[in-house]
């Protein structure tokens, strides 16, 4: 069965939600993807952020077939070896106090929503707080998720969401201070703005919102699931800051590959928020999720991926600049870290991803008209090469 057919059969089966480039992956090595025909590919966007050691990293493979073999599931009403070893790097490389793993990124930000009230409940004695979230924002799918997401694109047709939610503008200090009242029980911002255009937080921003949740006794909320896990060369965005939420979530990268993601609080937070019986998974941190992420912050230490980072953002900024300088079509470069945006105008950024795809080449968009770079965080100077090179050929002409 060839490729096309292979695509009509998932069509004849699989809801139609995403509009599916015309390739079938196969496996992948390294940094790079393989389809089902053989054709190489460089990965330059590690599936949406999630592949931060690429394909089959050494050792990484070996440890989930080493606790398959052991336990898969056995609930949260019991504990077992990995919830507590990951819970316990994923506290300690957070500076935060207590985690709760979830299956994903839009249900680690189900959970701090529901922490954030929990907590104003506590606080107040009632319901009925609201929270501020920014414009160009994305926070996930599920209800409460998109409910703070600032697009009202994805929100119109599953009105009316959950209530009590304001919107702010992204960097603005003043817009969100302007809708703070005493109902206000956090506010929640990612600390890279991805599908909003790969637009980072301005440290007085952060600085700011961080003075005035203090002030007013209102929970911060940072999300850390695309830009977290060692994409800015911190383990997360905000320690680039040097500012602290008191609510994080993260996933993608956190298990790279394996679905889990997780919230984790600070010490305010956790002492008067959700407490036994107010929030559950029946998967969430099961044994094989947990042993990915154990595994994963082992192997980040050990291979010094953190300063590996810091070294080749350096060069991929570099490279991402000289072909904004050469392309009439790149309006400017922006971005943190391994985590990149080509802002382009006069051509589909739809048409650049797919023609790179057809070139060997995987990069996605996020908004309308930013080309995104979340490459595995692996990549050598000779990737970032080879895609540039890619790119030239795509944006020159």
Same mark, same amino acid.
């Given at each position: 069965?060839?490729?096309?057919?292979?695509?009509?059969? =998932?069509?004849?089966?699989?809801?139609? !939600?995403?509009?599916?480039?015309?390739?079938?992956?196969?496996?992948?090595?390294?940094?790079?993807?393989?389809?089902?025909?053989?054709? /190489?590919?460089?990965?330059?966007?590690?599936?949406?952020?999630?592949?931060?050691?690429?394909?089959?990293?050494?050792?990484?493979?070996?440890?989930?077939?080493? &606790?398959?073999?052991?336990? %898969?599931?056995?609930?949260?009403?019991?504990? %077992?070896?990995?919830?507590?070893?990951?819970?316990?790097?994923?506290?300690?490389?957070?500076?935060?106090?207590?985690?709760?793993?979830?299956?994903?990124?839009? /249900?680690?930000? $189900?959970?701090?929503?529901?922490?954030?009230?929990?907590?104003?409940? %506590?606080?107040?004695?009632?319901?009925?707080?609201?929270?501020?979230?920014?414009?160009?924002?994305?926070?996930?799918?599920?209800?409460?998720?998109?409910?703070?997401?600032?697009?009202?694109?994805? &929100?119109?047709?599953?009105?009316?969401?959950?209530?009590?939610?304001?919107? +702010?503008?992204?960097?603005?200090?003043?817009?969100?201070?302007?809708?703070?009242?005493?109902?206000?029980?956090?506010?929640?911002?990612?600390?890279?703005?991805?599908?909003?255009?790969?637009?980072? =937080?301005?440290?007085?921003?952060?600085?700011?919102?961080?003075?005035?949740?203090?002030?007013?006794?209102?929970?911060?909320?940072?999300?850390?699931? &695309?830009?977290?896990?060692?994409?800015?060369?911190?383990?997360?965005?905000?320690?680039?800051?040097?500012?602290?939420? @008191?609510?994080?979530?993260? =996933?993608?990268?956190?298990?790279?590959?394996?679905?889990?993601?997780?919230?984790?609080?600070?010490?305010?937070?956790? +002492?008067?928020?959700?407490?036994?019986?107010?929030?559950? !998974? !029946?998967?969430?941190?099961?044994?094989?999720?947990?042993?990915?992420?154990?595994?994963?912050? @082992?192997?980040? $230490?050990?291979?010094?991926?953190?300063?590996?980072?810091?070294?080749?953002?350096?060069?991929?900024?570099?490279?991402?600049?000289?072909?904004?300088?050469?392309?009439?079509?790149?309006?400017?470069?922006?971005?943190?870290?391994? #985590?990149?945006?080509?802002?382009?105008?006069?051509?589909?950024?739809?048409?650049?991803?797919?023609?790179?795809? $057809?070139?060997?080449?995987?990069?996605?968009?996020?908004?309308?008209?930013?080309?995104?770079?979340?490459?595995?965080?692996?990549?050598?100077?000779?990737?970032?090469?080879? #895609?540039?090179?890619?790119? $030239?050929?795509?944006?020159? @002409?």
């Amino acid at each position: 069965m060839d490729m096309k057919e292979q695509i009509q059969k =998932a069509e004849e089966s699989i809801l139609h !939600t995403y509009n599916r480039f015309p390739v079938v992956f196969e496996k992948g090595n390294g940094v790079f993807l393989y389809d089902t025909e053989g054709k /190489e590919y460089l990965d330059f966007a590690a599936g949406i952020a999630v592949n931060s050691l690429g394909y089959h990293y050494p050792g990484y493979d070996e440890a989930l077939i080493s &606790q398959v073999k052991k336990l %898969t599931h056995i609930s949260n009403l019991y504990y %077992t070896e990995p919830i507590i070893e990951a819970g316990r790097k994923l506290v300690e490389k957070s500076r935060l106090a207590k985690a709760f793993f979830t299956n994903s990124g839009a /249900e680690a930000i $189900e959970g701090a929503l529901k922490a954030a009230k929990k907590y104003a409940y %506590t606080r107040d004695g009632h319901a009925g707080h609201e929270i501020i979230a920014m414009r160009h924002s994305f926070h996930g799918r599920t209800v409460g998720a998109l409910s703070v997401t600032g697009n009202a694109h994805y &929100q119109e047709p599953f009105e009316p969401l959950m209530g009590g939610v304001r919107f +702010a503008d992204f960097n603005d200090l003043d817009s969100v201070k302007a809708l703070v009242t005493d109902k206000t029980c956090a506010v929640i911002t990612e600390t890279v703005q991805g599908e909003g255009g790969i637009y980072p =937080a301005k440290k007085e921003f952060l600085e700011g919102l961080r003075a005035l949740c203090d002030e007013k006794d209102i929970l911060l909320i940072l999300d850390e699931i &695309q830009c977290g896990m060692g994409r800015t060369g911190e383990y997360f965005a905000w320690q680039n800051y040097g500012v602290a939420p @008191d609510i994080m979530t993260t =996933a993608k990268a956190l298990g790279c590959g394996v679905p889990v993601g997780a919230f984790v609080l600070g010490e305010k937070a956790a +002492a008067s928020s959700l407490m036994s019986g107010d929030h559950g !998974t !029946t998967y969430g941190g099961n044994p094989l999720a947990c042993a990915a992420v154990s595994t994963v912050f @082992d192997l980040y $230490e050990n291979n010094h991926i953190l300063a590996h980072v810091k070294e080749i953002s350096a060069y991929l900024e570099k490279r991402l600049e000289e072909l904004a300088e050469k392309s009439p079509y790149v309006v400017e470069r922006r971005g943190m870290g391994l #985590m990149q945006g080509l802002q382009i105008t006069g051509k589909p950024v739809g048409e650049v991803v797919k023609k790179a795809l $057809e070139a060997g080449l995987v990069v996605i968009s996020a908004g309308s008209d930013v080309l995104r770079f979340v490459p595995p965080l692996i990549i050598r100077e000779e990737h970032v090469d080879q #895609m540039s090179s890619i790119l $030239e050929g795509i944006l020159l @002409d």
